[in-house]
């Protein structure tokens, strides 16, 4: 089998006696969309945070394309391909859309920081970050400033963020939440034209869409792993139908 | 994404600076390079002392808005490398040396190392911790210099040459001084604007707005935070060596907390981030301070509340006012 994109081993993380994380295994394979869901308090953004760095666990490991990185800075990950988006949508307000994702390009050129070359006329910034505005549909919208887009919009260009690191895997922080029907639908369309170009992990609390594009699901409850396996087999555990999908019917 | 936006049938064009950002610089230095005109036309000679040492003073305004205004961290202690911009001169000055071309790197590099060292300290802090500790370093920088009994101690150091280009007297002209103070200010900051549109200038602001989103984006924040520091307290060193060859005199007075707070306000009264505001603002403060002073003694009674007023009414000062003024007349 091909070394998995990402590896989790028996990760732990506790606050105070809280258990957020209990001892996870993951495995997530190169192109594939691995959908992480649970119920509200399971843990998942805090795993999420510890995957991107910005949390460090207590015990246990994270293989990014077999290397460990578990004590690399959140920096280093993203310079080595591994790309996020925020629960809470992140980007930076009073730059352009453009701007934004070039910040991206920026960062993973030969001289992320010139300092005297015009960066915003610099088209070698420019040309990859359109390319990128253009993916997520958001190329009309190039020059508006990141605080002024909808939040279907601000959702879109996290992800053409995301796309310029050159991802081998980006961690999706509920894309979906707080996102219109109409844009929903974009958004998951647009996932979808993404998927197999590198692995994503998708937390998600929306149903539908977990079932329309993972392929293979790991339920969490209480920092730990309930279940996880094809979709269908998921779905059918009954473990998880009780822990979880029940209280939704 | 965008389908559903008015703004989608607006051809893609990239968006210009308003016209004031773009001119006031412009009107500035010029107005800047003609005011010895006027002196020759009969304005006192003291105006063009003033003003000489109001651009001295604005290159550290400057130096300041670039990791104040641009880098969003408030540093407390900036008096400091005027401080040692102008100990480094009049030290050099006292031993004999005064080639220009010995006191610049010197001073410079002085600078630098001072920045690096406490700036990776500082920048371990955040928010009011990061006042606190810059504060603390100035306050270092002031007892060391006040402790130099050396070079003066608490009197100060008087200077009994000025610096010297290739041997050359160069500072000993008002009207010249006046204009290699107005180049050096305008080189600085025609460096800085360079500097805060480049890539690292872009990491810099951006980092102000969402640190976290930069971080995970690939960068180093406090790395790049540290470089603006670095660059700017360099900066403000080089309005030490000036303000040294201006005044004939060095004191611990310069790098002590209220001067590092003055430097903060003119920033403040200029306009946060709006780099020539920070020029208007130091120009502003220091012919204030001068006219009001020769009115009456009690001087700070009225500059105290004026400046209240100011910040109150205006915010985004003087580059916010020009700004807002300009909004009305064109609306």
Same mark, same amino acid.
């Given at each position: ?18 258990? +957020? ?83 991206? +390009? ?118 730990? +792993? ?24 | 994404? /965008?389908?559903?936006?008015? /703004? ?9 600076? &308003?016209?004031? =950002? ?21 304005? &006192?000679?003291?105006? $063009?002392?003033?003003?000489? =040492? ?50 610049? &790197? ?88 360079? $500097? ?83 020029? $208007? ?13 020769? $009115? ?36």
């Amino acid at each position: 089998m091909a070394e998995p994109a990402l590896a989790l081993k028996g990760l732990a993380k506790s606050f105070g006696a809280l258990k +957020v994380t209990n001892g996870v295994d993951l495995a997530i394979a190169p192109g594939e969309l691995h959908a992480l869901i649970g119920p509200n308090g399971a843990g998942k953004t805090t795993l999420v945070h510890q995957i991107s760095g910005t949390l460090r666990p207590d015990s246990g490991a994270i293989l990014f394309g077999g290397q460990d990185i578990t004590r690399l800075p959140p920096q280093a990950r993203a310079r080595a391909g591994l790309a996020r988006t925020f629960q809470i949508t992140s980007t930076i307000a009073s730059l352009s859309a453009l701007e934004n994702v070039a910040l991206g +390009v920026q960062a993973h050129s030969a001289h992320p920081l010139s300092l005297f070359r015009d960066a915003a006329s610099d088209e070698a910034l420019n040309a990859p970050a359109w390319e990128a505005l253009e993916a997520v549909g958001l190329a009309e919208r190039a020059h508006a400033p990141a605080g002024s887009l909808s939040h279907g919009e601000k959702r879109a260009l996290e992800i053409a963020m995301a796309l310029t690191l050159q991802p081998k895997l980006i961690l999706l922080d509920e894309p979906l939440a707080g996102v219109g029907h109409e844009e929903g639908e974009r958004l998951i369309a647009l996932l979808n034209s993404l998927k197999g170009r590198f692995a994503m992990l998708l937390v998600e609390h929306d149903m539908s869409a977990v079932f329309a594009l993972a392929d293979r699901v790991t339920v969490l409850v209480y920092g730990g +792993v309930i279940a996880s396996g094809e979709p269908a087999a998921v779905r059918a555990d009954p473990a998880v139908r009780q822990a979880y999908l029940g209280e939704e019917g | 994404m /965008a389908s559903t936006s008015s /703004a989608s049938t607006a051809p893609v064009a990239r968006p210009v600076a &308003p016209m004031v =950002r773009r001119l006031a610089p412009l009107v500035i230095f010029t107005l800047l390079a003609l005011l010895p005109l006027a002196s020759a036309l009969g304005l &006192p000679g003291h105006w $063009l002392t003033l003003v000489t =040492r109001a651009m001295i003073v604005a290159i550290a305004a400057l130096s300041l808005d670039l990791v104040l205004g641009i880098g969003g961290l408030i540093s407390f202690g900036h008096a400091a490398y005027i401080g040692i911009g102008a100990y480094g001169t009049g030290i050099l000055i006292t031993e004999g040396r005064t080639e220009l071309l010995v006191a610049l &790197p010197v001073v410079l590099l002085a600078c630098a190392v001072f920045a690096t060292i406490t700036g990776y300290v500082s920048l371990r802090t955040r928010g009011v911790a990061f006042i606190m500790i810059t504060l603390a370093f100035g306050q270092m920088a002031f007892y060391f210099a006040q402790a130099l009994s050396a070079y003066g101690g608490d009197d100060g150091l008087t200077l009994y040459e000025k610096s010297t280009l290739l041997g050359r007297e160069i500072f000993g002209n008002r009207t010249g001084f006046y204009y290699i103070a107005l180049g050096t200010l305008a080189v600085c900051y025609w460096l800085v604007r360079r $500097l805060v549109a480049s890539r690292f200038g872009r990491v810099l602001r951006a980092a102000r707005e969402n640190a976290v989103r930069v971080t995970v984006t690939g960068y180093d924040v406090n790395h790049v935070r540290l470089g603006a520091y670095v660059i700017s307290g360099m900066m403000a060193g080089l309005s030490g060596l000036l303000l040294a060859n201006q005044t004939d005199f060095v004191s611990p007075a310069y790098m002590s907390w209220p001067r590092s707070g003055e430097l903060i306000f003119m920033v403040v009264l200029g306009g946060v981030g709006s780099l020539y505001g920070s020029i $208007l603002g130091a120009l502003a403060f220091l012919v204030t301070e001068d006219v009001l002073s020769s $009115l009456t003694q009690n001087w700070k009674v009225i500059f105290g509340p004026l400046i209240v007023l100011f910040v109150l009414f205006t915010h985004g000062g003087i580059a916010g006012l020009v700004t807002k003024l300009r909004g009305r007349r064109d609306g």
